[in-house]
């Protein structure tokens, strides 16, 4: 009845989301970028480390969505990869200068997807035009997107969420993410009619390393995922979606 996707920075997370009963694992790397392409080996053991859905990110760097000729050509490559090792999709985002869905650039990603799912991740929210854009994806042959309502946090968002839901009539999944968290994907649920949302459940952990070089003055610490955080959304969800 709904779509519960939890973001993993590291591969012990993506035990814990399986374990934990998410829906689908995002795949990412570099937290503090927003999330960037994870590396070959990490794409490949963390398929091993789980069996429901994994979906990398397909992005070769932080900042903004406006990519070179080179980095489209990264980011087909790492696509193929992604194939390869038995992902079930992969997670994208192209936009032109003036703020549109780069179709030309989009179109080669997802053919270079071929079966796997695609979703077109938060550069949406950095579209000029939501709901041209909307149309631009389904025409993509995008499965979702991943959208806080084109503003800092889903909460914040939720009335354009709800629009877009509305505009998109089941021709395609909006998928409710940024701030997402067990103390209000209710009332985002109730606000938005969504049933796919994305949270990264995260927390973070000092190293466990016994020795400690002191003169560095710094702590090396893990974004892992909380796992009685991710139980607690997967409780609020159930407790709406049977009772609502």
Known sequence: MYELEIIAFDIESCKVIEQCGGSRIELCANPREGGTTPSPGMIKQARAASSIQLFPIIRPRGGDFLYSTEEIESMITDIEWCKSVGCDGVVIGVLNTNGDVDMEACARLVEAAGTLQVTFHRAFDRVRDPFK??????????????????????????SMIGKLIDSAANRITIMAGSGVRSDNVQSLAKTTRATAFHSSARIEIGSKMNFKNTDMKEELRLTTVDSTEIKRLKHKLDEYFEFK
């Open 133 to 158: 854009s909307l149309e631009d994806i389904i025409a993509l042959g995008c499965r979702r997107i991943l959208t806080s309502g084109l503003h800092p946090t889903a909460m914040e968002g939720a």
